[in-house]
């Protein structure tokens, strides 16, 4: 059993929806003799013993145990590997939980499907299922803690933190979308001009001088001080002789930390003698060339926090210690200690598991201690010297317990430092009493506080501390989303997206737009190429100028790596015909059109979906919508809309040659289509299609009938505003149409427009691109025979794994067999093949140039006309 094809989804995607991140692989199970569980002799014993937490697995009904009952009973291997791919994620910290497998189409395979929370982690768990899998049917010894292990590597590389995590949760709860913009924390929050940014606790309005100055731990204690705070008495070395000077100036106990760092890494506390300072001094060299060295304060460490300069929480922090029983080893006391559900590896959950590091081995020596010394029944002890979470120690909550001083001098610190989210860790006996008279002081100002003591505390309250970061960045009111319009059909698409981007832009509004030929920032081309996928919907959403986007989704974007948002105001789906069909597992029209869905079903609840009610594929989504949804019709008669807007629907319909929206019983007539540009005085019927969609997305924006007249007038068709979309030239003698319409839909609809001219010759140059199936270049072949009096048969560039054979022959026989005395003729190469058909037009004739290259098709023809248009001149 192996993976043959493995895909990551990033948002709503062709299998689910509702869940976004799943890993989709196909398995190739023909090596298998067996292919049911129970067939397999002790199999599901090995299971049992090798994973026990899949105990609580529970069956496609919900029934907690049922999978192991399944496996018992006789199951497929696939469903075992989505299985296993989850628990070795939720061992790992990464708790996932959907899931489901079926055959493939293909004999012998089958498409497995389970969630995660960090990608990379779930592309290993994919093959670690396979690999522990298949030596459970083997009955071969697998060692599943390295991978266990290697899925906690990745974790904490890359998964959030528990401070990022809650601020990200908090976000979503308030629908304000987010996107990662690394592989660490730096997370933007909202879209386009909306959007603002984190990385874990610092924020876009985290000033960098404050941060300069919380990171000079010298810098601080003098602000502090000259404001009457009370802060040890020390100073800032980095030398031994130094060392020596300050300790008789300062006497002991002494603290002595790296100027530099962070997280307790290199600190020493509670100092009694020159030698441990000696040592201490060397152990924070490895950290800062310049050294601290102060007054030891007695008593318990606190963390006050203070968020747009208001205290909101506090904790007294614990350093990592065991208890004695008089029986158990150290090592055992921390063995035991580890055991506790609560602790995991780094931030997965809230306490962290204690490690024997150097600093503790150096603690343990301090005390004429081992590893193996037994404790006395009673006593404590630290098994490290600061009090940090990630080191193992514990936290517990006394916010409601801080002294009004206390919490005045907290905000007062955060103010004179100028951070927007601030920690400030504080020495003393007793937070409930004012700190200048319990003898305290403070000890540390931090610029980028972790929450996890205070949203998970091992013991007290839990403190939604990511709420008021939210409020922070998004005072209530503000919005955190743009407008998105979302676009997907199999042909129009493009032309719908840009005529809709025309009318936003016309409305004031930045616009950034998604198309087949690029990626547009306010009418500007910044990428070319086919940009319809999850990360040219992403460029947009994280351009600081956008205010609205427009965005054309195809469906090669939607099979890799689904949408590049979790959800849009308006969705629109032209039309389904046969295109790319047998390719990606999409070999139907059904499953076309579930593809295309995934566009409405991602139209926020108070959102419109408007699909197209002439074609019925198109239709038949309204039924599984939770949003609104408006039709859209070239037949006011049509019996969808009548029953539609019955029900006090919205409709667009072409009617009397008008495009008019149906509103409850009024009619709102917007213009003639004979006026409208994109319709070629209404010839062009697919286009009136787009543009009663496209009608329909500004009204539901609330933009002005007027308006929207205007947006439908002033857009003209051409390459510069449409390129490959009907862009038509004019000739003395002849008149060329360029298009990129590339499957038989496309080409029919141009043919039914050309029928409807009146000219002495119709020419098509024609090509099959190399992807689709024998019988979609057949098709090809009979439109085309159908609509055009001479065809030029041509090639596209990459043949994509075909032979020009392959192409050519199906195309030509669906010529012969609807137009046998048709003219053919065959130049494989696409400029030579435009060039021929353009020396020799006839007058009156029409050619149709369906493109390959748009952009250099376009320029051969413009540089043609320019001669043409000279040669008149000249006679």
């Known amino acids: ?364 020596k301090n005390l004429n201690l081992t590893t193996k010394s037994v404790l006395p029944a009673g006593e404590v002890l630290y098994l490290k010297s600061t009090a940090n979470i990630s080191t193992g120690g514990t936290a517990t909550d006394v916010t409601d317990l801080v002294d009004s001083y206390n919490i005045l001098m907290a905000e007062r610190i955060a103010g004179l430092i100028g951070l927007d989210i601030c920690g400030i860790d504080v020495m003393t006996n007793d937070i409930a009493i004012p700190l200048n008279e319990a003898r305290g002081a403070v000890l540390e100002v931090n610029a980028a506080p972790g929450f996890r003591m205070h949203i998970s505390p091992t013991y007290g309250l839990p403190r939604n501390v990511a709420e008021p970061v939210v409020d922070m960045l998004f005072p209530r009111g503000t919005p955190g989303r743009i407008p998105i319009i979302a676009v997907t059909g199999t042909n129009g698409k493009t032309t719908t997206t840009r005529l809709i981007a025309h009318m936003v832009k016309g409305k004031g509004y930045q616009v950034g737009y998604t198309t087949t030929d690029g990626i547009y920032i306010q009418d500007k081309l910044l990428e070319k190429g086919d940009t319809t996928g999850a990360y040219s919907a992403e460029f947009v959403l994280k351009d600081p100028t956008v205010n609205f986007a427009v965005l054309e989704c195809a469906r090669g974007g939607l099979l890799r790596s689904g949408l590049g948002f979790q959800q849009c105001d308006i969705g629109i789906v032209t039309n389904v015909s046969a295109d790319h069909l047998g390719l990606g597992g999409i070999d139907t029209l059904e499953e076309l059109a579930r593809l295309k869905s995934v566009i409405p079903k991602s139209v926020s609840k108070d959102g419109y979906a408007i699909l197209n009610a002439d074609d019925d594929l198109v239709y038949a989504m309204a039924d599984e919508l939770e949003c609104k949804v408006a039709l859209f019709s070239m037949d006011e008669e049509n019996p969808r809309i009548l029953k539609h807007i019955a029900k006090g629907g919205l409709a667009a319909v072409f009617e009397n040659g008008y495009i008019s929206i149906f509103k409850n019983s009024y009619k709102i007539r917007i213009d003639r289509v004979a006026d409208v540009p994109l319709t070629f005085g209404g010839k062009a019927r697919f286009n009136i299609e787009n543009i009663l969609a496209a009608t329909l997305a500004g009204y539901i924006s609330h933009f002005d009938v007027q308006d929207i007249k205007t947006s439908l007038r002033t857009f003209i068709p051409s390459p510069s505003k449409t390129p490959g979309r009907m862009n038509l030239f004019k000739f003395p003698q002849f008149e060329v149409l360029v298009d990129y319409a590339h499957n038989a839909g496309g080409l029919k609809a141009i043919g039914d427009f050309v029928n409807a001219l009146e000219v002495t010759k119709k020419v098509g140059i024609i090509a099959g691109v190399g992807d689709r199936r024998t019988e979609d270049f057949y098709e090809l072949g009979r439109v085309a025979g159908e609509a055009f009096d001479e065809i030029i048969v041509r090639l596209d560039a990459d043949l994509r794994g075909k032979t020009a054979d392959e192409i050519i022959g199906p195309i030509m026989q669906g010529i012969e067999d609807v137009a046998p005395e048709k003219q053919v003729k065959l130049i494989a ?27 250099e098709s376009v320029r051969m023809v413009e540089s043609f006309k320019v001669i043409q248009d000279r040669k008149v001149l000249v006679d």
């Open 1 to 364: 059993m192996k993976i043959i094809d493995l895909r990551v989804m990033r948002g709503p995607n062709y299998w689910s929806v509702k869940h976004p991140k799943i890993i989709v692989i196909k398995l190739d199970l023909e090596d298998l003799s067996q292919t049911q569980t129970n067939q397999v002799p002790d199999f599901f014993r090995r299971l049992k013993h090798t994973l026990p937490g899949m105990h609580s697995h529970r069956s496609a009904e919900g029934i907690e145990g049922g999978f192991f009952k399944a496996v018992e009973e006789g199951t497929t291997f696939g469903h075992v590997v989505q299985h296993v791919a989850l628990e070795l994620q939720t061992i790992a910290g990464m708790d996932s939980g959907y899931g489901r497998c079926y055959p493939a189409k293909e004999e012998g395979h089958m498409v497995v499907v389970f969630s995660y929370q960090e990608e990379r982690a779930g592309e290993y768990a994919a093959y670690a299922a396979v690999r522990v899998t298949n030596a459970l049917i083997k009955g071969e010894k697998y060692k599943l803690a390295d991978d266990i292990d290697r899925l906690h590597e990745i974790r904490e590389d890359e998964y959030f933190g528990p401070s990022t995590y809650a601020i990200v949760s908090e976000a979503v709860s308030r629908n304000i979308p987010y996107i990662r913009l690394n592989r660490h924390s730096l997370i933007q929050l909202g879209y386009g001009v909306n959007q603002k940014r984190i990385q874990a606790t610092m924020t876009g309005q985290t000033a960098c001088f404050a941060v300069e100055i919380a990171g000079d731990k010298n810098a601080t204690k003098a602000m502090l001080e000259d404001a009457g705070i009370p802060v040890p008495k020390g100073t800032t070395i980095s030398t031994l002789d130094q060392l020596k000077r300050a300790v008789n100036w300062l006497g002991y106990p002494l603290v002595i930390k790296p100027l530099d760092g962070n997280h307790g890494k290199g600190a020493t506390i509670n100092i009694s003698n020159l030698k441990d300072a000696q040592r201490g001094f060397n152990e924070a060299k490895e950290y800062s060339e310049d050294v601290i060295v102060e007054q030891y304060i007695s008593g318990f460490d606190f963390r006050l926090l203070v968020i747009n300069g208001k205290f909101v929480a506090a904790a007294k922090r614990t350093p990592a210690m065991v208890t004695g029983d008089g029986v158990s080893t150290i090592k055992q006391l921390i063995d035991k200690e580890n055991q506790d559900p609560r602790r995991g590896v780094g931030h997965e959950k809230e306490l962290t598991k204690i490690k024997i590091d150097k600093h503790t081995q150096n603690i343990l």
């Open 829 to 855: 190469e696409e400029m030579r093949a435009i060039a021929y058909a353009l020396e020799h037009g006839e007058p009156g004739s029409f050619i149709a140039i369906f493109t390959e290259d748009v952009h």
